[in-house]
T-cell receptor, first 114, second 114 residues
């Protein structure tokens, strides 16, 4: 069935270090992979996304990589800062002719220690 | 543009009651999706509406239903509430239908079932 697995569930890094969060999806038809950041008590916000025709995308300190063959995609945050502390969710879309739905991973709680 | 709004923000109900939650999408957005967020299950897809039609549905019992109006506002209804329905209910709107359209989340309605 449709499933997205996300690891690790918690991640603690020192300020300035890099953080990597990994996701695996089950449906080979998935073609859109967004990442959301949710700060405590706030709504999820899109931070970066990637489509299946692209292997890597960068936006300043954030990058996402996609391996379609292995059905893996990862979020990389470099030079982490305390304000990066939040829960990060990956998602994969299941696209139909006229609709789609996002299947989310279980989330990674990132703590950046000053 | 105003963001996605949801009302009410907080609700307390007792088992067996029913509840209706409302979502107003960003102006011009025609797709509205609903998600249930719980600490144990993460973000789970409930349903998606586009142009007043339900396009996709998640794996939730029939007690969960929704609709969309001609102005794209959406409501979801949960009947015969159970303790396990306690959760944050998020709606998200997007400009178009189909994968790749960024979903913008509302602040959520926190439902507590006693």
């Amino acid at each position: 069935g449709e499933n997205v697995e996300q690891h690790p569930s918690t991640l603690s890094v020192q300020e300035g270090d890099s953080a990597v969060i990994k996701c695996t999806y089950s449906d080979s038809a998935s073609n859109y992979f967004p990442w959301y950041k949710q700060e405590l008590g706030k709504r999820p916000q899109l931070i970066i996304d990637i489509r299946s025709n692209v292997g890597e995308k960068k936006d300043q300190r954030i990058a996402v990589t996609l391996n379609k063959t292995a059905k893996h995609f990862s979020l990389h945050i470099t030079e982490t800062q305390p304000e990066d502390s939040a829960v990060y969710f990956c998602a994969a879309s299941i696209s139909g002719d006229s609709s789609y739905k996002l299947i989310f991973g279980s989330g990674t709680r990132l703590l950046v220690r000053p | 543009k105003a963001g996605v709004t949801q009302t009410p923000r907080y609700l307390i109900k007792t088992r067996g009651q029913q509840v209706t939650l409302s979502c107003s999408p960003i102006s011009g957005h025609r797709s509205v999706s609903w998600y249930q967020q719980t600490p144990g299950q993460g973000l789970q897809f409930l349903f998606e509406y586009f142009s007043e039609t339900q396009r996709n549905k998640g794996n939730f019992p029939g007690r969960f239903s929704g609709r969309q109006f001609s102005n794209s506002r959406s409501e979801m209804n949960v009947s015969t509430l159970e303790l396990g329905d306690s959760a944050l209910y998020l709606c998200a709107s997007s400009l178009g239908q189909g994968a790749g359209n960024e979903q913008f989340f509302g602040p959520g309605t926190r439902l507590t079932v006693l």
